[in-house]
């Protein structure tokens, strides 16, 4: 029998990785919507990230000389090239304020929701026992209530704030993660790898990490992703409603609610962080949309048609 060298597998291995992210960055480009929907979420990324260092106070800083000061203009700084509120704050520095609250608000609610309905979806699907099915009947009662009136109920009787509106939202999505993890599941440990590991003495939990939880992570991060933007929708609305994070904090949500009295007279207070909202969350499902594509073999033709057709 032959063996190949260590140095030779890592030198295969390290050489076939840079040609799959060739591949996968040759696919982006040449899904120009999927594109732009990356160029737009880096950016917003990267604002949320850095903005709030480069706008200091302005997001709070009352100018009552540019109070609905209209957009286009920059008589009074670049920061004000979008307009200001009924306050004469920056609406660009607020976008990027809230862009750091909105974003890291349903980050946590999702990855939060992930891990606890992946770590119960594990159990319910590889356990026969009891406490599988009491978890599966849990799951069925919070999907029995709308998520938003169920987040209203619950945020209206514990008081608005930005933990209670963490628990919330992770709280009603995840029965999603549950449910698909479940699924995978039941049909990965029929497979002929997990009866091998039994064989060779391998315990229940060592068998779930090691073999099963690396296989489904992927999926549950493809719906994550996807998830995100349902997650932006509903802190939005609660925002909007009143319910979710309070003054002197804000998201884009509180911000069109801020605007939606003025909208006759000053519809930019409501417009820009509209806009974010939905250009957002049509990224993401843009982005989502074309990483389930690329996922698939079936359905990779597409992207491959896309790279061979003429220019």
Not at 109 to 114: E, G, L
Not at 119 to 146: C, E, H, K, T
């Amino acid at each position: 029998m032959t063996v190949i060298p260590t140095d030779l597998k890592a030198g295969g291995k390290a050489e076939r990785e840079p040609g799959k992210a060739r591949a996968l960055l040759g696919y982006l480009v040449h899904d120009k919507l999927a594109l732009i929907s990356a160029i737009y979420l880096l950016i917003l990324i990267l604002a949320a990230i850095f903005g709030p260092m480069l706008v200091g106070d302005m997001a709070t800083k009352l100018g009552l000389r540019q109070r609905n000061l209209a957009p286009f203009s920059l008589e009074h700084g670049w920061l004000y090239a979008l307009g200001a509120d009924t306050l004469g704050r920056s609406i660009l520095a607020r976008l990027v304020v809230g862009a750091q609250n909105t974003l890291g608000i349903a980050a946590a609610a999702v990855v939060t929701s992930m891990l606890i309905g992946g770590a119960l979806g594990l159990i319910a699907g590889y356990s026969n026992r009891w406490y599988s099915q009491v978890i599966m009947r849990l799951a069925d009662i919070i999907m029995s209530f709308p998520s938003l009136l169920l987040a209203l109920i619950v945020l209206y009787t514990l008081g608005p704030s930005i933990l209670n509106l963490i628990i919330v939202l992770a709280i009603t999505r995840i029965p999603i993660y549950l449910r698909t993890t479940r699924a995978e599941v039941l049909e990965l440990r029929e497979r002929m790898f997990v009866s091998a590991a039994k064989a060779m003495g391998a315990g229940s939990l060592r068998i779930v990490l090691r073999h099963i939880a690396p296989l489904v992570a992927p999926t549950l991060i493809t719906i994550a992703a996807i998830d995100f933007a349902s997650v932006i929708l509903a802190e939005s609305a609660l925002s909007f409603l009143g319910l979710g994070i309070q003054p002197p904090q804000f998201t884009w949500g509180a911000m069109v609610a801020t605007g939606r009295g003025y909208l006759a007279n000053a519809w930019w207070v409501a417009f820009w962080p509209g806009l974010a909202i939905l250009l957002t969350t049509l990224s993401l499902n843009l982005l989502s949309s074309w990483a389930r594509t690329v996922a698939d073999p079936q359905q990779r033709w597409r992207l491959q048609t896309l790279r061979r057709a003429p220019r």
